[in-house]
């Protein structure tokens, strides 16, 4: 009996969490700084960036957030509108005083920050469980980033560790594309 696209998502998931689980502080920081530092070199000129607020087990893209913000970029996180219950963007000028604990337990901006249109964003960097050639990508299971990413602009940026970048991932037609995924030893440009 063939497996359906959401057991095998499913189960996808459940070996990646696995796999997170395993990597230690220590692993994480370093491979952090390395995936920083290549995502540096790929974002010169994008002026307006999506960033996302890592969760425990994803590489911290922080540093670049902080870095964007005194070099005076327009940088934004999203934050998930209850009343629509979908995400939109929120523009950030100082970290120290406008991050919260959003719905989910991620750091969002708070209700004090501008929106800014999702169509407004030069580069998007995107967490997710996996990603493979292709540019398709596995979410935490909810699809919210999916509908967030159908309607934000610019290039998105998978950012995920070497082992999350895989050949190929179970897909639905719902399933929002990457343009390339960045991970601490590569820049991948997805398969068209």
Same mark, same amino acid.
Request: with cysteine.
């Given at each position: 009996?063939?497996?359906?696209?959401?057991?095998?998502?499913?189960?996808?998931?459940?070996?990646?969490?696995?796999?997170?689980?395993?990597?230690?502080?220590?692993?994480?920081?370093?491979?952090?700084?390395?995936? %920083?530092? #290549?995502?540096?070199?790929?974002?010169?000129?994008?002026?307006?960036?999506?960033?996302?607020?890592?969760?425990?087990?994803?590489?911290?893209?922080?540093?670049?957030?902080?870095?964007?913000?005194?070099?005076?970029?327009?940088?934004?996180?999203?934050?998930?509108?209850?009343?629509?219950?979908?995400?939109?963007?929120?523009?950030?000028?100082?970290?120290?005083?406008?991050?919260?604990?959003?719905?989910?337990?991620?750091?969002?901006?708070?209700?004090? %920050?501008?929106?800014?249109?999702?169509?407004?964003?030069?580069?998007?960097?995107?967490?997710?469980?996996?990603?493979?050639?292709?540019?398709? !990508?596995?979410?935490?299971?909810?699809?919210?980033?999916? #509908?967030?990413?159908?309607?934000?602009?610019?290039?998105? %940026?998978?950012?995920?560790?070497?082992?999350?970048?895989?050949?190929?991932?179970?897909?639905?037609?719902?399933?929002?594309?990457?343009?390339?995924?960045?991970?601490?030893? !590569? %820049?991948? !440009?997805?398969?068209?």
């Amino acid at each position: 009996m063939a497996m359906t696209s959401l057991e095998s998502k499913a189960e996808l998931r459940a070996k990646i969490r696995a796999a997170l689980e395993k990597i230690s502080p220590a692993v994480r920081a370093v491979e952090s700084i390395e995936l %920083c530092e #290549r995502l540096k070199a790929q974002m010169p000129s994008a002026h307006t960036i999506l960033f996302f607020a890592p969760m425990p087990d994803e590489l911290d893209v922080w540093p670049v957030l902080e870095l964007s913000l005194a070099l005076g970029t327009n940088c934004a996180l999203p934050f998930f509108d209850a009343e629509k219950k979908t995400y939109g963007a929120r523009r950030l000028n100082h970290l120290a005083t406008e991050i919260i604990a959003g719905k989910f337990g991620v750091r969002e901006p708070a209700a004090s %920050c501008a929106e800014i249109p999702l169509d407004r964003f030069d580069l998007v960097l995107v967490p997710g469980m996996a990603f493979d050639l292709s540019g398709n !990508r596995l979410g935490r299971g909810r699809g919210f980033y999916d #509908r967030l990413l159908e309607k934000v602009s610019g290039i998105k %940026c998978g950012v995920a560790y070497d082992f999350q970048l895989l050949e190929q991932i179970p897909t639905e037609p719902h399933d929002a594309k990457v343009n390339f995924i960045l991970t601490p030893s !590569r %820049c991948v !440009r997805r398969k068209n």
